[in-house]
């Protein structure tokens, strides 16, 4: 757990499409007993309807996604509960303005090639993100700089292996994202 009168922790789950944001953004959020935010959720139509067509998005598709997010991002730091949120933040400047509306903003970047995620996204069904654009996805993707607050895993690991990296990671810094629980065991 942090120290006492600290804000807790915002943990952005990053990476590209396939990596397993989601999945492993919720199970962090519930071992730290804190909200997750599914930032996919956050998408206007349109640009739901532009990527389900094979059109990568501009950053000014972008801007009422990440602002959208940075609000929640505030709202969380604001509200002293942290959070978790699945968010590709693939590159640097959106992961510095979510930096900048939460101080104790700590990134998990889940690395994955190229391969494993065009597998990944191809064999999905019922989401607007289509395989046809993961390789804009590398194009845009930008890896976690000495300078940002995180953690990069290979994303093959299991899902509760990454967890336990994450939250060792958090502990070490002392930016809990809230009342910890370890599993017993």
């Given at each position: 757990m942090g120290n006492p009168g600290q804000e807790p922790a915002i943990?952005?789950?990053?990476?590209?499409?396939g990596c397993g944001k989601s999945s492993t953004g919720i199970l962090l959020a519930e071992r730290l007993g804190v909200p997750f935010l599914e930032a996919d959720d956050l998408h206007p139509a349109s640009n739901r309807a532009k990527m389900a067509a094979g059109r990568p998005?501009?950053?000014?598709?972008?801007?009422?996604?990440?602002?959208?997010?940075?609000e929640?991002?505030?709202?969380?730091?604001?509200?002293r509960t942290g959070g978790v949120v699945a968010c590709s933040a693939l590159r640097y400047?959106?992961?510095?303005?979510?930096?900048?509306?939460?101080t104790r903003v700590w990134l998990l970047h889940l690395a994955l090639d190229e391969a494993t995620a065009l597998r990944r996204v191809a064999r999905r069904s019922g989401h607007f993100m289509p395989a046809v654009l993961v390789d804009s996805?590398?194009?845009?993707l930008e890896p976690l700089?000495?300078?940002?607050?995180?953690?990069?895993?290979?994303a093959e690991n299991s899902r509760?292996?990454?967890?336990d990296q994450a939250?060792?990671?958090?502990?070490?810094?002392?930016?809990?994202?809230?009342?910890c629980r370890r599993e017993p065991g």
């Open positions: 943990v952005v789950v990053m990476g590209v499409s998005l501009t950053d000014e598709d972008r801007r009422p996604w990440l602002t959208a997010i940075d929640w991002i505030e709202e969380a730091t604001a509200s400047r959106y992961r510095q303005m979510f930096r900048r509306a939460g996805q590398y194009a845009e700089r000495p300078d940002e607050p995180g953690l990069t895993v290979d509760q292996w990454i967890v939250e060792a990671a958090l502990h070490r810094v002392g930016w809990a994202g809230g009342p």
